[in-house]
């Protein structure tokens, strides 16, 4: 099945610096990445996503890339806020999988005023 | 609209009673998925339901668990003899037709499990 590793495990940024979290997959099948903010105590909210057939997609301040070759993408976060700061998960799923998601272990990332 | 909700949003157990979690998807939402996610981890893929298919019961991690749905809609998770690594927060998922290329995964609240 999928295996899916994320890093770093924490992140610690000033206030306005940019972060970047990694993700690797193991399934080749794999067509489908999205991104999830949870804030604590609160349920996962998806920020943004992407499908295999494009390298790169931009919400504002947020952008995700994906390198189908190497099985990675990754999260970019520009001009940090602390309402930034969460625990963000990366996951991947496929039509073999009944698009299930398959996540990695999430990454806090804390933004400091 | 109304998102996904769970109920209930805290439930204390002793060990080896059974527990039902509930599930409420988002209207319309033909896919229905149940994760759990476990202090210190990520979110655990449990089981998926599509339409009036037959569930997908790979991730359940013993013949305790297990879920149904009644109408295409609601969703209930039973633990039966629940044990203390049971304990987890349970999060319900619904999507429009379980196809990334349509839809997105929205999450529920949650239910906070605790096996004393």
């Known amino acids: 099945g999928e295996n899916v590793e994320q890093h770093p495990s924490t992140l610690s940024v000033q206030e306005g610096d940019s972060a970047v979290i990694k993700c690797t997959y193991s399934d080749s099948a794999s067509n489908y990445f999205p991104w999830y903010k949870q804030e604590l105590g609160k349920r996962p909210q998806l920020i943004i996503d992407i499908r295999s057939n494009v390298g790169e997609k931009k919400d504002q301040r947020i952008a995700v890339t994906l390198n189908k070759t190497a099985k990675h993408f990754s999260l970019h976060i520009t001009e940090t806020q602390p309402e930034d700061s969460a625990v963000y998960f990366c996951?991947?799923?496929?039509?073999?999988?009944?698009?299930?998601?398959?996540f990695g272990k999430g990454t806090l990332l804390t933004v400091n005023p | 609209g109304a998102g996904v909700s769970q109920s209930p949003s805290n439930k204390v157990t002793e060990k080896g009673k059974d527990v039902e979690l509930r599930c409420d998807p988002i209207?319309?939402?033909?896919?229905l998925y149940w994760y759990r996610q476990s202090l210190g981890q990520g979110l655990e893929f449990l089981i998926y339901?599509?339409?009036?298919?037959?569930?997908?019961k790979s991730g359940l991690p013993s013949d305790r668990f297990s879920a149904e749905r009644t109408g295409g809609s609601v969703s209930t998770l039973t633990i039966q003899r629940t044990q203390q690594e049971d304990s987890a927060v349970y999060l319900c998922a619904s999507s429009y037709m379980g196809r990334p290329s349509t839809d997105t995964q929205y999450f529920g609240p949650g239910t906070r499990l605790t096996v004393l």
């Open positions: 996951a991947a799923s496929s039509l073999g999988s009944n698009y299930k998601l398959t």
């Open positions: 339901f599509q339409g009036n298919s037959a569930p997908d």
């Open positions: 209207s319309g939402h033909t896919a």
